[in-house]
């Protein structure tokens, strides 16, 4: 099957190197404009001006859809927690009221508040939540998401996270990447023993979601009061033993060591990277590791401190983007607030920032074959309603996305 997207005002090719970009190719965009598409059996065969694609040989006989707006490849969001039973509500009340992160996790609020909705709801339950949420990412013009385990805490609860992502794979066209995030916190059935949590984690969960192939990658949440760098060392080389490829929740409230640490065991990414310092960037830059910004969480927590964005890439390092979606710090599934307040909050240009949430976010899931438009690409796109790539980040707050297009077919038009 054939399909000819044509009279593109402005197409975003990000064509280039199949690898994450840094430094000035993050400027890049590949920018084609009264442009077209042409797609065969759900692959790119072709990208470019359009009278060029409309006159190859490959062209005879396609469906054509003439589009107007902008196109760029679908959005790779790259961190999410996109399983979960309940929103926090009483969190954002005690939060609008002055209620600080720590004061919210002692009222027994914070992750473990969602432990047990999870554990309590079955799978059904889940699966139709999460095929809501996937409705509502492809929408917004995503995919392809990560999705994190997490608010189980326990060996069943955690496998009925991951299993209810494979299933609800099978009933969405969004592509959804597992990843084991057990440790996300210490549950209440190990408050004060961390120690033997982990060690839970190791003999009582890795075994069975590797055996089973239920994730790709093990992720853990580096940070005062949760795990500490040594902890989140071993847990990651554990991890690896049973191989899972690796990420870390690091330096989100404080500097506590986590980069370091999960670099050193080749983390493909840390995630959140507030309070990162010159010694965590050149630790980053030495061993590959993508910093993924996911500043719709600071701006949820009303925070002031943002990634130092412009020092990644000033100093070479790939930087990725994401919504980090989940029901307590960033209730936001759309990549387009996403790259606005990467923008306006971390310093990176529309172009930076459309290029963290396509090519590199595709880069920190390690998925070769989207990210960027060119021949051989699988045929995932996103077209919206604008005039200009760089509305995207200078409107906010809402989705001006008409169509989205995952393996070459049209699962999304407004």
Same mark, same amino acid.
């Given at each position: ?125 889940? +699966? %139709? *939540? @999460?095929?809501?949420? /996937?409705?509502? &990412?492809? $929408?917004? !013009?995503?995919? #392809?998401? =990560? ?63 590797? +055996? %089973? *192939? @239920?994730?790709?990658? /093990?992720?853990? &949440?580096? $940070?005062? !009061?949760?795990? #500490?760098? =040594? ?184």
């Amino acid at each position: 099957m054939k399909t000819l997207f044509t009279g593109i005002k402005q197409l975003l090719t990000f064509a280039g190197e199949n690898k994450p970009r840094a430094g000035a190719e993050q400027r890049e965009t590949g920018l084609v404009e009264n442009a077209a598409v042409l797609i065969e059996d759900g692959i790119i065969s072709a990208a470019g001006p359009r009278r060029t694609v409309e006159n190859l040989p490959g062209a005879d006989g396609a469906d054509t859809v003439e589009t107007g707006g902008i196109c760029l490849p679908a959005f790779t969001d790259c961190h999410t927690h996109a399983v979960f039973a309940e929103p926090r509500l009483r969190d954002f009340s005690m939060r609008t009221s002055g209620a600080t992160y720590a004061e919210i996790k002692q009222a027994g609020g914070g992750i473990n508040s969602s432990i047990g909705a999870v554990r309590r709801a079955s799978y059904m339950e889940l +699966e %139709k *939540k @999460l095929l809501r949420r /996937a409705s509502r &990412f492809i $929408e917004s !013009g995503t995919a #392809t998401i =990560e999705v994190k385990s997490g608010y189980g805490l326990d060996r069943d609860s955690e496998i009925k996270i991951l299993e209810t992502v494979r299933s609800a794979s099978q009933k969405t066209e969004l592509s959804m990447i597992p990843t084991l995030l057990s440790a996300h916190a210490v549950p209440p059935e190990f408050a004060g023993n961390p120690e033997a949590y982990l060690e839970y984690i190791e003999k009582e969960i890795f075994p069975y979601v590797s +055996e %089973k *192939k @239920l994730a790709v990658f /093990a992720d853990i &949440f580096c $940070e005062k !009061g949760y795990f #500490t760098p =040594e902890q989140t060392k071993k847990y990651l080389e554990a991890a690896a033993a049973y191989g899972f490829k690796l990420k870390a929740h690091t330096e989100q409230m404080c500097r506590s060591g986590g980069t370091i640490a999960a670099a050193h065991c080749h983390a493909v990414t840390v995630d959140h990277t507030d309070y990162c310092a010159t010694e965590d960037i050149v630790t980053m830059r030495e061993y590959g590791t993508i910093p993924v910004l996911l500043p719709a969480s600071n701006y949820f927590l009303g925070l002031h401190k943002f990634p130092p964005a412009r020092e990644y890439i000033q100093a070479g390092i790939p930087v990725a983007l994401a919504t980090d979606f989940n029901p307590g710090t960033a209730p936001c599934l759309n990549m387009q607030f996403a790259v606005s307040c990467a923008c306006i909050n971390c310093g990176l240009t529309p172009e930076e920032a459309l290029c963290a949430a396509t090519v590199n976010g595709a880069k920190a899931l390690c998925l070769d074959d989207r990210g960027f438009i060119a021949p051989g690409m699988r045929a995932d796109l996103a077209f919206f309603d604008c005039e200009d790539y760089r509305e995207l980040a200078y409107f906010f707050g809402g989705n001006v996305c008409t169509r989205t297009v995952i393996a070459g077919k049209t699962v999304y038009e407004a």
